[in-house]
């Protein structure tokens, strides 16, 4: 049997698009019957959005599995996107991402890191409980709730 290509993290770029597009609504179609509607992620355009924020994109070999997108804030590295494609959910990838957005935050020198989710979400919150991640607010948001989520890097800022 033949080993598996190495994987690793690269910086996408504009020619990622598609995929990263393609990669987001796969990623996020299992929730559209749970919330009666496509989560916001699925409607971005990705060409505008690599432009603005930066995008992590984790591969093997040539196949994108998993990607996260983040921006800097003054006082925390702001999570806008975390996205595994379905057939790699549950293998570790959204732990993993969120380890390389804590390594990102503190090459920054920023003390924390944020993102929102919809409360409907029980899993995803659930994984970023389990990685340190407190709720700091729900708010009503369309027809549901949206959590906002922190978490504090110590000996950073």
Known sequence: MAALPPTAFRR??????????????AAYARWVPLIGREPLPMRVDYDAALL??????????????????????????????IAVRPDQQGH??????????EALAREARR???RLLTNAAFASNIALYERS???VTERA??????????????????
């Open 111 to 113: 003390p924390a890191l």
């Open 140 to 157: 009503p948001f369309l027809d549901g709730v949206t959590v906002s989520m922190a978490k504090r890097l110590g000996g950073v800022g």
């Open 12 to 25: 996408a770029t504009s020619s990622d698009a598609v995929a990263i597009r393609d990669l987001t609504r």
């Open 52 to 81: 603005v924020h930066r995008f992590d994109v984790f591969q093997r070999g040539p196949d994108i599995l998993a990607l996260i997108e983040t921006a800097l804030r003054d006082d925390h590295l702001w999570i806008e996107n």
């Open 92 to 101: 570790g990838l959204g732990r993993r991402l969120l380890a390389h957005a």
């Open 132 to 134: 340190g991640y407190a």
